[in-house]
């Protein structure tokens, strides 16, 4: 078996900031995503990558960037951080496509 | 693009009535592969079942699901729910070159005793 750990677990920021959200699995997967998850909208694809080096944006990647410079972690960096804004960023991986997906624990943000 | 769409936001039932969940969805492509994700509270989504063949019921932990590519659905469902059940339910669909992974909005199962 393996596991994905996301740091930190709790994150506060100001509004402005600029936030990193780090990522690693040690299953030895390909396919890497960050999710964000809000209340009564689901979880939303913000970026993935297929492989190393690799990044593709998702539906919600306005205003976040990302990073896969090995194949065992993915960070996803809150580029300018809203005012009040909370979410719960959630962290996934699969052996290629159509695979199930693994989820870490997630980062729960707030932003003051 | 892709897109998944879950009617009901919160479904609550009783201890031991059945359970159906909707989900529908939308894809250009002719081979989608749909998922069930189950998330209890304060851990995080896990796969419970999945399938891409048409017409054919896939069953996991008393769940079970029937792709139907005629009317675009994936509904889940229970004979029997229990109090375990309560969760939110994910339908979420990968088609094409299948590494895109669109979730929908998520149904909150409560079941009363």
């Known amino acids: 078996g393996g596991i994905i750990t996301q740091t930190p677990k709790f994150l506060i920021g100001q509004e402005g900031q600029k936030l990193t959200l780090k990522c690693q699995q040690n299953?030895?997967?390909?396919?890497m995503y960050w999710y964000r998850q809000d209340s009564g909208k689901g979880l939303r694809l913000i970026y993935y990558s297929i492989t190393e080096n690799d990044l593709q944006k998702g539906d919600l990647s306005e205003g976040y960037d990302a990073s896969r410079e090995k194949k065992s972690s993915f960070s996803l960096t809150v580029t300018s951080a809203q005012k009040n804004e909370m979410a719960v960023f959630l962290c996934?991986?699969?052996?290629?496509?159509?695979?199930?997906?693994?989820f870490g624990a997630g980062t729960r943000l707030s932003v003051l | 693009g892709d897109s998944v769409t879950q009617t009901e936001g919160l479904v609550t039932l009783t201890e031991g009535l059945p359970v159906m969940l909707n989900c529908t969805y939308q894809t250009i492509y002719s081979n989608p592969f749909l998922f069930w994700y189950v998330q209890h509270l304060n851990e995080s989504p896990r796969l419970l079942l999945k399938?891409?063949?048409?017409?054919k019921r896939t069953e996991h932990q008393g769940f079970h699901a029937t792709l139907h590519k005629s009317s675009s659905s994936f509904h889940l469902q229970k004979s029997s729910a229990q109090l375990s059940d309560s969760a939110l339910y994910y339908c979420?669909?990968?088609?094409?070159?299948?590494?895109?992974?669109?979730f929908g909005t998520g149904t909150s199962l409560l079941v009363d005793p």
């Open positions: 399938s891409f063949t048409d017409n």
């Open positions: 299953f030895n997967h390909d396919t």
């Open positions: 979420a669909l990968s088609a094409g070159m299948g590494y895109k992974l669109t």
């Open positions: 996934a991986s699969r052996l290629g496509s159509q695979n199930t997906l693994y």
